[in-house]
C-alpha cells in the first residue's frame, strides 16, 4: 500500500530556533495535512493543502504541497516549549476506499528551554 | 477537547483473551474511523464507518472487527489478543464519508496493553 517517509524521526532543539521536516511519497496525493499529538492526546490538524505548490501558513508554522504532489514540508519558526509534541504528516485520495488519511511515522520535537 | 470520547483510557489484559473499545463520534459526525498506533508502526488505519455501514478497510486483522450502531458510537472487538496487539487505539470522527477536507477529530485514545 501507499506509505509517507517522514523525516526526522526526532528533533531536539533549542527554543527560538526554526524547525523544518518534510514527508516523501512513492506515489501522489490530492491532500497533505500535517497533524501535532501532544502527549497522551489524540492528533489534532494543523494545516491542510489541497493544491499542488500551495503554501499555507497557521501562525508560526507555514506548510507547502509539493508540486509533484509527492511531498510535503512543514516549518515552525522561533519555536517554544509548547511546540514538544510528535508531527505527522498525512496524504489523502479521493474516491472509493482511497479516502482514509495514510499517515507519516512522525517527526518527534523536543524543544530545550 | 476533540468531543470524541473514547472508553477506556486504559486496559490491562492477558494474552487470548477479547476485549472492546468504544467511541462516541462528535455530535452530528457520521463517519467513524479506528486508527492504531504503535511505537515503530505510527499510526495505522483500521476500519471506517459511515452512517452504520462499513466504507473502507485498512490493515486490520481478521481477529479485529468494528462496527456502528444507530445512534453512530462505534466500538472495535479485538479477540485472541496477543502481545503485539498491545498498542494505542484510537477513534476518530467526520462529517461526511471520505473527510473531504481531510479533518478528522481524534479521541484522546484507549492504550491496550496485552501481557
Known amino acids: 500500500g501507499q506509505q509517507l517517509n517522514q523525516s526526522p524521526q526526532s528533533m531536539f532543539i533549542q527554543e527560538g530556533e526554526d524547525v523544518s521536516m518534510n514527508c516523501t511519497s512513492s506515489?501522489?496525493?490530492?491532500?497533505w495535512l500535517w497533524y501535532k499529538q501532544d502527549p497522551g492526546e489524540g492528533p489534532v490538524l494543523l494545516i491542510a493543502?489541497?493544491?499542488?505548490?500551495e503554501l499555507t501558513s497557521n501562525g508560526r508554522l507555514t506548510a507547502q504541497f509539493g508540486i509533484t504532489r509527492k511531498d510535503s514540508f512543514l516549518n515552525i519558526s522561533a519555536s517554544i516549549p509548547s511546540d514538544v509534541g510528535i508531527y505527522f504528516c498525512?496524504?489523502?485520495?479521493?474516491?472509493?476506499?482511497?479516502?482514509?488519511?495514510?499517515f507519516g511515522k512522525g517527526t518527534k520535537l523536543s524543544v530545550k528551554p | 477537547d476533540s468531543g470524541v470520547t473514547q472508553t477506556p483510557k486504559h486496559l490491562i489484559t492477558a494474552t487470548g483473551q477479547r476485549v472492546t473499545l468504544r467511541c462516541s463520534p462528535r455530535?452530528?459526525?457520521?463517519?467513524v474511523y479506528w486508527y492504531q498506533q504503535s511505537l515503530d508502526q505510527g499510526l495505522q488505519f483500521l476500519i471506517q464507518?459511515?452512517?452504520?455501514?462499513?466504507?473502507a478497510k485498512g490493515n486490520i486483522l481478521e481477529r479485529f472487527s468494528a462496527q456502528q450502531f444507530p445512534d453512530l458510537h462505534s466500538e472495535l472487538n479485538l479477540s485472541s489478543l496477543e502481545l503485539g496487539d498491545s498498542a494505542l487505539y484510537f477513534c476518530?470522527?467526520?462529517?461526511?464519508?471520505?473527510?473531504?477536507?481531510?479533518?478528522?477529530?481524534f479521541g484522546e485514545g484507549s492504550r491496550l496493553t496485552v501481557l
Open positions: 476518530a470522527s467526520s462529517v461526511r464519508s471520505l473527510a473531504n477536507t481531510g479533518e478528522l477529530f
Open positions: 506515489s501522489i496525493f490530492n491532500t
Open positions: 493543502l489541497y493544491k499542488a505548490g
Open positions: 498525512a496524504g489523502q485520495n479521493y474516491g472509493g476506499s482511497q479516502g482514509n488519511l495514510i
Open positions: 455530535s452530528g459526525d457520521l463517519s
Open positions: 464507518y459511515y452512517n452504520g455501514e462499513e466504507r
